[in-house]
């Protein structure tokens, strides 16, 4: 498995898309809270589920919470192997020639997180990656012409690595050309694009569910807490290969304090546009090809030199992504954009870097 675990204690880490800042105040408070009594017993989810669905602005039967997004992305996964498995078994014992949807595959387009492709593994069903297009603009047309085979789509808005949005009607447009897949939209960047499709249109679609995670906007990536949000049909089948208690008590009473700090998080937030404005800025006077992100980090072309660079930073304690090995990524890095210090930190290593390497 290619996915990159934390490394460098002490390092300035921009490399996985974590929140800079840390979490809010009021999180550790709730912490410090705790009893014995509340460490000892089970905890219960439903005050923080109807907090979470509050929040959303959706009923809280169209929310589950996960022990970090990657579970609901795994839950999406099993769910759509089961419904293989199902229909292979109806038409064994009916003695009918297994349908098209017996060799459902998880379709996504590329580049793209790499959970995606672990996931599926995992459950072992067939992935189906469809290639970038130039400028990653969507791939609409390829992602429409899978349709009669998928299972499964994993959707990321804003994209991870790029930071691109998908277009305003392509999620609905996929949902209604495959209505027995499960459309999954990965909003973990939701909180910096200040869009999301929850809403009216997950009970028009409801083959779609949207995954949202507390670790970027948040801070709460080591807690492991995330959502899927979807109608209640859409989430059934996930629920049902839920096991009761995945969720551990501080990630819960955590979840609830920072919901109710909403001006840290707006604040964090322009913090990381501050940072993004800061590389776009870097990029521009360096002539580096970037694009603008709608996420908390910026992708960038520094050319054949990506990896080195990568190194280089490292061992002056700063952590960038090499993303050069992605399709359509060829010598790209992407940088994590949060607090403007930090950002700052990175940008003058990097000229630094950028400068001994021409001499």
């Known amino acids: 498995m290619s996915y990159e675990k934390p490394q460098g204690a002490g390092a300035l880490r921009l490399h996985l898309n974590e929140n800079t800042e840390g979490c809010s105040p009021r999180v550790i408070e709730a912490l410090r809270a705790l009893t014995p009594a509340d460490i000892a ?13 509050a929040w959303l602005g959706v009923p809280a039967d169209w929310v589950l919470l996960v022990n970090g997004l990657d579970e609901g992305l795994h839950l999406a996964a099993a769910a759509a192997a089961r419904a293989v498995e199902k229909r292979r078994r109806v038409s064994f014992s009916s003695k009918k020639t297994p349908d098209v949807f017996s060799v459902w595959e998880v ?3 590329e580049p793209a997180f790499e959970m995606y492709r672990v996931c599926a593994e995992a459950v072992g069903l067939p992935v189906k990656r469809i290639a970038p297009l130039p400028g990653f603009a969507f791939p609409l047309g390829d992602l429409l012409a899978s349709a009669s085979t998928a299972g499964l789509y994993y959707l990321t808005d804003p994209n991870n690595p790029t930071g691109l949005g998908i277009p305003a009607d392509a999620v609905d447009r996929i949902a209604a050309a495959a209505p027995k897949a499960t459309v999954l939209v990965d909003e973990a960047y939701a909180d910096f694009s200040r869009r999301t499709l929850i809403g009216p249109f997950l009970d028009e679609r409801r083959n779609v569910v949207v995954g949202r995670t507390f670790a970027k906007g948040h801070g709460l990536a080591a807690l492991r807490i995330g959502a899927l949000v979807g109608h209640p049909d859409a989430l059934a089948p996930l629920r049902a290969l839920m096991p009761p208690f995945t969720l551990n008590i501080a990630a819960i009473r955590a979840l609830e304090a920072a919901l109710a700090d909403t001006a840290w998080t707006d604040a964090y937030v322009r913090e990381s546009d501050a940072s993004k404005d800061a590389i776009y800025a870097f990029c521009e006077r360096r002539g580096f090809q970037y694009w603008r992100s709608e996420a908390n980090f910026v992708l960038l072309r520094v050319g054949a030199r990506a990896s080195s660079v990568v190194a280089a930073l490292a061992a002056r304690g700063i952590l960038i992504r090499d993303r050069s090995t992605q399709p359509g990524c060829d010598g790209c890095v992407r940088i994590s954009a949060g607090t403007l210090d930090a950002t700052t930190r990175c940008l003058m290593a990097l000229e630094d870097v950028l400068a001994t390497r021409n001499d």
Do not use: F
């Not at 017993?41 to 669905?53: I, L, S, V």
């Open 41 to 53: 017993t089970y905890p219960d989810y439903e005050a923080t589920t109807a907090t979470c669905a």
């Open 107 to 109: 379709v996504y387009p």
